[in-house]
């Protein structure tokens, strides 16, 4: 087969399963929904080298402050995930926040309140010095704020 036959039948091809594609009568509430629990996600490069001394600065800073939000009912969960291929991509490290809904990103009085009883002024103090040391140790590459896809 020439050349030109084999690329006039690959075009013909994608040309025909993208076209499929708008036939597809996929909706929102009738073939799937968007659950109300939301997963705000955070995507770090963590510079060679340095990954030990980020987590231990997390578990003082990111870790503790929202074991307290947890605590309160703020949030549902918050977990850590590191790449198993650190040098490669665009981050290497990813922090998680699940609430019930978007409705707890509300930041209010009463809220930051009962958070700043419970996390103290000690803890602050000692959290910003932590927290400055951050740009020397990673680069936050992404954040985003995602909804989990429930098929029917």
Do not use: C
């Not at 087969?1 to 025909?16: D, H, N, P, V, Y």
């Amino acid at each position: 087969m020439r050349l030109s036959s084999l690329f006039g039948l690959l075009t013909g091809l994608a040309g025909f399963l993208l076209s499929t594609a708008s036939w597809a009568d996929f909706r929102e509430f009738e073939d799937y929904e968007i659950d109300d629990e939301v997963v705000s996600m955070t995507t770090i490069k963590v510079n060679a080298g340095k990954g030990e001394e980020y987590l231990e600065g997390l578990v003082q800073t990111w870790v503790a402050s929202n074991q307290i939000a947890k605590d309160l009912g703020h949030i549902e969960d918050f977990n850590i995930y590191t790449s198993r291929l650190p040098a490669s991509g665009d981050f290497n490290v990813v922090l998680i926040i699940t609430m019930k809904s978007m409705a707890d990103f509300t930041y209010t009085k009463e809220r930051s309140d009962a958070f700043m009883k419970k996390w103290g002024e000690q803890r602050r103090t000692k959290s910003k010095k932590t927290a400055k040391a951050y740009p020397e140790l990673r680069t936050i590459t992404g954040e985003y704020i995602l909804g989990k896809v429930n098929l029917k």
